[in-house]
């Protein structure tokens, strides 16, 4: 499973958009880009998922360049619930029987 | 949907004594499920697969005399800690799908071995 690598930790104010960035160099072709976020004491909750250009749901934004290398995940307008850590992975995408290997996480604080 | 249900949602004891923990997929059923731990300010650690009807894969290091596992069902997955020490004090949680969407994890468990 490919290897990634993102910051460990990042601070920001309520009301700001956060770009975490992760990079995956070693990226295969039939992997997808999965993000999780995880709060204190809890299992982790899915993001978001995507394989190239740009996804978006109704909590996030995910960008992904032509040569999938790096991905980027957008969250608009973060308030304090949002201080989490949170997860890039990749992997075969919904295959069962596949496990996630888990890196360490960006930790993100939101401040008033 | 895809949802994990975890019990307990944590648990205390002594140390010696064994502790179960089932994992549940509620509304999809799960050939594969996957165990996790993970340790104060640390990220998860996969500690081994289970696979419905077979015996479970374990991960490097994971003693599986320790760590029993058993996946009777499609939908039940348990794993008994036995002969539990204070360093098996952790947060263990589990996670599952079906093939149709990302991995869902359950709420995790608190042990804490005294």
């Known amino acids: 499973l490919a290897k990634t690598t993102q910051p460990i930790s990042m601070d920001s104010y309520e009301g700001q958009e956060v770009n975490i960035t992760c990079s995956h160099n070693?990226?295969?072709?039939?992997?997808?880009i999965t993000w999780y976020q995880q709060f204190p004491s809890q299992g982790p909750r899915f993001i978001i998922q995507g394989y190239k250009t740009k996804v978006t749901n109704e909590v996030a934004s995910l960008f992904i360049p032509a040569d999938r290398k790096s991905s980027t995940l957008s969250l608009p307008r973060v308030s304090l619930s949002d201080t989490a850590v949170y997860y890039c992975l990749v992997a075969p995408s919904n295959q069962a029987g596949t496990a996630l290997i888990f890196g360490k996480g960006t930790t993100l604080s939101v401040s008033s | 949907g895809a949802v994990v249900s975890q019990h307990p949602s944590w648990v205390i004891c002594k140390s010696g004594t064994s502790v179960k923990i089932e994992c549940r997929s509620l509304?999809?059923?799960?050939?594969?499920m996957f165990w996790y731990r993970q340790f104060p300010k640390q990220s998860l650690m996969l500690m081994a697969t289970?696979?419905?009807?077979?015996?479970?894969?374990?991960e490097q290091g994971v003693e599986k005399d320790k760590f029993l596992i058993n996946h009777a069902s499609l939908t039940l997955s348990t794993l008994t800690v036995t002969s539990a020490h204070p360093e098996d004090s952790s947060f263990y949680i589990c996670?599952?799908?079906?093939?149709?969407?990302?991995?869902?994890f359950g709420n995790g468990t608190r042990l804490t071995v005294t």
């Open positions: 996670s599952g799908n079906d093939g149709n969407s990302p991995l869902h």
């Open positions: 509304d999809f059923q799960a050939t594969t």
């Open positions: 070693n990226i295969a072709t039939n992997d997808y």
């Open positions: 289970s696979n419905e009807g077979s015996k479970a894969t374990y």
